[in-house]
């Protein structure tokens, strides 16, 4: 993502976050604060027979500290000590991974629109 001021305020999303296919609400505005980090999140389709998990490099995202922050979210099954984030309406994603050990979420930018 080229600029994203105009999606911050004071640190936070000053914007409603939505799911990019069903536009159901995932954040409320000043709800998560934006973290600059590289991460690789799988992508959101993967080919047949793969051996491997494709992964993207993103780097920004969305913090949430709290998981009953969000207006509509689910989670997976832990995998290791993550757990991914999809939209609990339409179940695409992932839109971004959630920590166990520090019970942080974390949304990609790139995965959700706002509005």
Known sequence: MADVSSLVSEGQ???IV????????????????LL?????LPMPTQPKNQLSTLTEDLSEWW????MFT??????????G??????CADC??????????????SYVALTRVKHA
């Not at 000590?81 to 999809?86: A, C, R, W």
């Open 36 to 40: 600059k980090k590289s991460y690789p």
């Open 81 to 86: 000590s993550t757990k991914y984030l999809v």
């Open 13 to 15: 999303n000053s914007h």
């Open 91 to 104: 179940e695409r994603g992932p839109v971004g991974w959630h920590d166990n050990n520090t019970r942080k």
């Open 70 to 79: 969000f207006d509509n979210i689910g989670f997976s099954h832990s995998v």
């Open 63 to 66: 913090v949430v500290d709290d």
């Open 18 to 33: 939505v799911c990019t296919h069903c536009e159901s609400r995932v954040l409320s505005p000043q709800s998560a604060t």
